[in-house]
């Protein structure tokens, strides 16, 4: 079903020109199979924007993320996307499937029309060249995409997204499975596209390792619970009210630390 202008239902696009707003979720509720996720749920997101969206699992995180990129529609409210919005989006690396026979330059190439196709041309190569060589993975090229790491994965998908020069990058859990290390050298990426005028939306679980260091958070749990600097949403109350039991919170170094009491009580 599609409005006047060929637009799903529910899904409106933005006046660039009139607003910075990039995507906005106006009352939105969506639900599987009749079964409600998301309620109510409002978001603008603007352009320069670095959000990171936190709550418990089956708070609806990587749905939102799938209402932003488009590949979900509301079952009521509104989904507003700016004109010709290019978004780039890096999956959950647990829902990939890495037995696919590709190597890591045709999965990137993949990208351009969601299928590899043997003629790409030599532009595109060099393109994609140039974004494996940005990200630091130029040498794995040719590599089996089952052959990598975990941070080595996440850099391929961002590759992925970052070719068709996403205004938006949409990311699901970017720190999920890979180390300390490494979660910083991808922290340090995103700040860096950030810095270059890229619009970033990510979930994550990781409280003191990811969200604290991010501008802006989203607590989410069905619906939108706050959003706020993470000194604003680290906080008892609304971790309470969004994750449904009490957590500590301490300052260190000008920063939130959730303290994890189930843990503490088991050493
Ligand atoms: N395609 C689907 N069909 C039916 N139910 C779904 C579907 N996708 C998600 N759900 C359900 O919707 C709820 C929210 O899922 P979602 O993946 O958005 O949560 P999440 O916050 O990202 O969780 P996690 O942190 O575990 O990844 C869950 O209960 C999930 O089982």
């Known amino acids: 079903m599609s409005d006047v202008e060929g637009h799903p239902v529910g ?3 933005l006046d660039g020109a009139r607003s910075r707003s990039l995507l906005r979720l106006d009352s939105v509720d969506v639900a599987y199979d009749g079964a409600p996720v998301l309620r109510g749920v409002d978001l603008d997101l603007r352009q320069g924007d670095f959000v990171g969206v936190v709550g418990p699992s089956g708070a609806g995180k990587t749905t939102l993320l799938r209402l932003a990129l488009g590949t ?3 079952s009521a409210g509104e989904v507003g996307r700016a004109r010709g919005l290019r978004v780039g989006y890096v999956p959950q690396l647990e829902t990939v499937s890495w037995t696919f026979p590709v190597t890591v330059a045709e999965c990137v190439l993949m ?3 969601e299928r590899w196709l043997p003629w790409s041309t030599r532009a ?11 990200l630091g993975i130029a040498h794995l090229a040719d590599r089996h ?3 990598l790491s975990g941070g080595q994965q996440q850099r391929m998908f961002l590759a992925r997204a970052l070719l068709r020069e996403p205004q938006l990058l949409l990311l699901d859990e970017p720190t999920s499975g ?3 290390a490494t979660r910083h050298e991808m922290l340090h990426l995103l700040g860096h596209l950030h810095d270059e005028g890229t619009t970033i939306l990510l979930t ?3 409280l003191n390792g990811v969200a604290a260091h991010v501008p802006e958070l989203v607590a989410l749990h069905g619906t939108v619970v706050h959003r706020g600097r993470p000194q604003e949403v680290m906080t008892p109350a609304v971790l309470e009210r969004t994750f449904g039991a ?15 009491r189930k843990r503490a009580e088991a050493t």
């Open 11 to 13: 899904v409106v696009p």
């Open 72 to 74: 979900l529609h509301p």
């Open 111 to 113: 990208v351009r029309s």
């Open 124 to 134: 595109e190569r060099q393109r994609v060249g140039e974004v494996l060589e940005r």
């Open 145 to 147: 995409i089952r052959e």
């Open 178 to 180: 890979i180390d300390v």
């Open 204 to 206: 994550t679980h990781d």
């Open 246 to 260: 009490p957590m500590e919170v301490l300052e260190h170094l000008g920063m939130p630390v959730v303290l994890d």
